[in-house]
């Protein structure tokens, strides 16, 4: 049973990059089964797609987010990670990472981390 | 792409069904049979409750169920429980451009 597990800091200042990790167990990123994706809820409010990769390292992203955002695998095949560029206060949020088919059945979330920017 | 359109809340008295709705249009809910729906309780991540429209997941119970119609899918709980009280959201694939977009949230309260 695939399980999922975000990493990284919990605050971030205005105007630099946010960097999480997202730790796969039970499975491999390298599989093909899953797509990977990075999914955010701002406070209070609803769920927004960030992107998301695939075993053949091809990635997609929201287009309101795309100019600001790179989904990479991480440091061992087990981990993908998300770099968000030039953070402002509008991107404190619960960031989850989840594994979805492509149809966009998310049945794989992590538990969440929280993230503030602010100076 | 917008957001999905669901009330921001429905309630029910334990054992009656309710249901909610989700509003797109002919370019995302309307094109595609590929509607999800997540229950999400206080500070928990979001967990499938339906997929492809009216598919649930294994362990799921039979008391949800999705349909779609047009441009609105709906999810109908039936046999309201306490348990039920959460926050559920919709989700519709869109295309190969945009992929996924999320409805704004439906709180069900049990009343």
């Known amino acids: 049973q695939v399980q999922l597990q975000e990493s990284g800091p919990g605050l971030v200042k205005p105007s630099q990059t946010l960097s999480l990790t997202c730790t796969v167990s039970g499975g491999s990123i390298s599989s093909g089964g899953y797509y990977w994706s990075w999914i955010r809820q701002h406070p209070g409010k609803g769920l927004e797609w960030i992107g998301y990769i695939f075993y053949s390292g091809s990635t997609y992203y929201n287009p309101s987010l795309q100019s600001r955002v790179t989904i990479s695998e991480g440091t061992s095949k087990n981990q993908f990670s998300l770099k968000m560029r030039s953070v402002t206060a509008a991107d404190t949020a619960v960031y989850y990472c989840?594994?979805?088919?492509?149809?966009?059945?998310?049945?794989?979330w992590g538990q969440g981390t929280e993230v503030t920017v602010s100076s | 792409q917008s957001a999905l359109t669901q009330p921001a809340s429905v309630s029910g008295s334990p054992g009656q069904s309710i249901t909610i709705s989700c509003t797109g249009t002919?370019?995302?809910?309307?094109?595609?049979?590929?509607v999800s729906w997540y229950q999400q309780l206080p500070g928990k991540a979001p967990k499938l409750m339906i997929y492809?429209?009216?598919k649930r997941p294994s362990g799921v119970s039979n008391r949800f169920s999705g349909s779609k119609s047009g441009n609105t899918a709906s999810l109908t709980i039936s046999g309201l429980q306490a348990e039920d009280e959460a926050d559920y959201y919709c989700c519709s694939y869109v295309g190969s451009s945009t992929f996924y977009v999320f409805g704004s949230g439906t709180k069900v309260t049990v009343l």
């Open positions: 989840a594994a979805h088919d492509y149809g966009g059945a998310f049945d794989v």
């Open positions: 002919s370019s995302d809910v309307g094109s595609y049979n590929l």
């Open positions: 492809e429209v009216n």
